[in-house]
């Protein structure tokens, strides 16, 4: 290993006050907290944590909860010194009394990341693969947490610095629906995904002298963001090096925090949809006279009625872009499965000339299995890749959906959950052989449900009946969908 790269790598760390904090106890205001976790390369592994909660919690009252990823410097498995920084300033009684919340800072393992990122690597960092198993901890730290105390789920916010301002953009591009707020110091992330954070209140810091993070990337996330339609904040700080987390976390007003603590996540028919405001956008990879076709079961011939998403997205498109004529085409027929679509592609999809297809199915390959009706798996991945081939063939970009749920409860809890786990997993493996972009409806969902299905009901949230989309449930597809297309333009066209 070089001397540039260990020394490049010693600016994560957290100076020489991290050495003290490392011969003493945790002060009195934090818990330390451990959980079992098994997957890669870990099976049935202790992680630690801290927690700091209010330190008066009134009956009936909700408080904020805000998740910490501290930066390389503070890996290790000590469960103390990531308190450095951030959550140290929650030691100080006027602070905690002045925002009261729970605080849940997780350690990162000797040698490990939040991210699949390398820091060596010039080009963007990319957040289309799987989550670490650190970054994983993380949530399910966040989310033990949240059930066992309570918490606001409108106010749950992300803040980390250097290794964990990398950290912050990739599980907000990764899950935009939970976070009221995110406050990445010092890191980057995948510019390619910016346009979900484009309703997401942002505010990035950095040191235009950073020598371990290169200030583009900051620069380069605010950039996208901005083009795709948001309004994120960005602070770059002149002259400064690796440690902008001092003057974001310490100036005098706390500005960063009062910021953060000040924001709150709308409700589903209340929020601003990050999709649409992206596809809409000046920037919109749309070009004029665009057919988009939908293609897929009841999900989608429901979706022309009158609040179905794909009545939505031609209202809100044909608002913001009426110069492009978009077409939005709905081909959707209740209980149709792949090989139902198969047959019928060319006379209800391709004879549109369609210039992006996109395919919603896979519920009924699943559900019907209980009448001895469904889709085997084979049949299932042989027939969404000669769908996709063929709609290729005729020119058209294809975004394929994951099936998404049977039920609302949380995953494990209802009873198909893992055929669609199983079936979700195939529509993934084949977008990525095919290379097509995935919408991933099925974990979009569930990771929303579970922050937001607080009373675990079967329904009523997103569907009517465990299927089909509420109101709000078409907001919040048409706001994925929006994303998904977005995405798969932008790649095809830049």
């Not at 002060?27 to 927690?51: C, D, K």
């Not at 250097?162 to 995948?190: E, K, N, Q, T």
């Amino acid at each position: 290993m070089n001397s540039k790269f260990l020394a490049s790598l010693a600016l994560f760390g957290a100076f020489l006050t991290i050495a003290a904090a490392q011969e003493s106890p945790p002060p009195a205001p934090f818990e330390e907290r451990s959980l079992a976790y098994t997957g890669g390369e870990y099976e049935n592994e202790t992680f630690r944590y801290l927690l700091l909660k209010p330190d008066a919690i009134e009956e009936g009252k909700q408080y904020p909860l805000v998740l910490f990823l501290h930066g390389a410097g503070e890996r290790g498995g000590d469960n103390r010194i990531q308190k450095a920084h951030f959550p140290v300033l929650f030691t100080d009684e006027a602070l905690r009394k002045r925002f009261p919340c729970f605080l849940v800072a997780p350690q990162c393992r000797t040698d490990k990341r939040w991210t699949q990122t390398s820091w060596e690597d010039t080009s963007s960092p990319s957040s289309k693969g799987p989550t670490t198993a650190q970054m994983d901890v993380a949530v399910q730290a966040l989310l033990d947490t949240l059930d066992a105390n309570p918490i606001d789920r409108s106010r749950i916010y992300l803040t980390g610095l250097s290794m964990g301002g990398y950290g912050s953009w990739d599980l907000s591009v990764r899950m935009p629906d939970w976070f009221a707020a995110v406050a990445p110091i010092c890191g980057g992330g995948d510019t390619d995904l910016a346009h979900r954070l484009v309703t997401t209140p942002v505010w990035a810091y950095h040191g235009d002298a950073d020598g371990a993070v290169p200030v583009r990337r900051s620069r380069d996330m605010i950039a996208a963001i901005r083009q795709s339609g948001g309004l994120p904040r960005y602070t770059e700080i002149p002259g400064r090096g690796h440690d902008s987390w001092v003057p974001a976390y310490n100036d005098d007003h706390n500005n960063l925090i009062n910021w953060m603590f000040q924001q709150r996540l709308p409700s589903v028919d209340q929020r601003a949809m990050a999709g649409v405001e992206a596809l809409g956008s000046a920037h919109s990879p749309l070009e004029k006279g665009e057919r988009i076709v939908f293609l897929g079961d009841s999900l989608t011939a429901a979706g022309v009625g009158p609040d179905g998403y794909i009545t939505l997205l031609r209202q809100e498109l044909g608002s913001r872009r009426p110069d492009l004529d978009i077409q939005l085409i709905g081909a959707g027929i209740g209980g149709h499965k792949v090989p139902d679509i198969r047959a019928r592609l060319d006379r209800d999809v391709l004879a549109f000339g369609p210039s992006v297809v996109f395919i919603f199915i896979g519920v009924n390959d699943v559900w019907h299995t209980m009448m001895g009706k469904g889709t085997s798996e084979a049949d299932y991945e042989n027939g969404l890749k000669d769908v996709i081939a063929r709609c290729q063939k005729a020119g058209a970009q294809v975004v394929l959906a994951t099936p998404p749920l049977i039920g609302e409860k949380h995953r494990g809890q209802n009873k198909f959950d893992g055929k669609l786990d199983d079936y979700a997993d195939i529509s993934r493996k084949v977008a990525t052989r095919m290379g097509v972009t995935v919408c991933d409806l099925r974990e979009s969902m569930t990771s929303y449900l579970r922050i937001f299905n607080t009373t675990g009901a079967e329904t009523g949230i997103l569907t009517t009946d465990g299927v089909h989309f509420t109101k709000n449930g078409n907001r919040f597809v048409a706001d994925h969908i929006a994303q998904s297309i977005y995405q798969a333009l932008s790649a095809a066209r830049r």
